[in-house]
């Protein structure tokens, strides 16, 4: 019986050698992997962050009826509740008055990816009014956010009123350069319609 020891204290220090050797591969795995569960957040790079071009409308919180934006940028189709999103412009908030609105605020906003030289159209149209309430005001502005580190610079501004149901108000049209600059003399408000044909 004493003969068989030094063959039992033998056979467990293998057995702990594969223990540890199975241990220490694992471990290792687990430190290979662990970089590509959790990668490093990659900074984002801040000259292909896009320029904006940024329209805005405002009408009385108080007023519960459904003014739209919308916008056209050079060469796209026009944007607002119908289709919110194009090549150049996103609709970022459809206000349909007070109907689901938690905000009690009365307001849209639309955003381009970058600034693209040409011609831009906004428009504004009365597409209900539950409060029945006429003329409604609306507020329109338009800035630039022409570089990302830039703030955002207010170009164009006007108030106008909307008296019935439907009535669309091309509010500007207007020509922006390359650098995101106003086109001196390109701003007026010839009748474009855009809610009526947003395919085209």
Request: without cysteine; glycine residues 8%.
């Amino acid at each position: 019986m004493h003969g068989l020891e030094p063959n039992d204290d033998e056979s467990g220090v293998v057995f702990r050698d594969m223990i540890m050797l199975a241990l220490l591969g694992f471990v290792t795995i687990v430190i290979l992997i662990i970089p590509h569960i959790n990668p490093v957040a990659k900074p984002v790079q801040r000259e292909k962050a896009p320029g904006n071009v940024i329209v805005e409308i405002r009408w009385p919180d108080k007023i519960n009826t459904d003014v739209d934006l919308w916008v056209q940028g050079p060469g796209d189709k026009a944007v607002g509740y119908a289709r919110q999103s194009g090549r150049i412009f996103n609709l970022l908030r459809d206000d349909l008055g007070h109907r689901r609105d938690v905000s009690k605020l009365n307001y849209e906003i639309s955003y381009s990816r970058g600034v693209v030289p040409g011609e831009y159209t906004v428009n504004v149209h009365l597409f209900s009014n539950v409060a029945r309430i006429y003329p409604v005001p609306v507020t329109v502005v338009v800035s630039i956010k022409a570089a990302p580190d830039e703030p955002a610079r207010q170009i164009l501004t006007s108030n106008v009123k909307l008296s019935r149901i439907n009535q669309e108000t091309t509010v500007f049209r207007f020509r922006l350069s390359r650098t995101g600059k106003l086109v001196p003399g390109s701003v007026h408000s010839l009748a474009r319609s855009l809610a009526r044909a947003p395919g085209k």
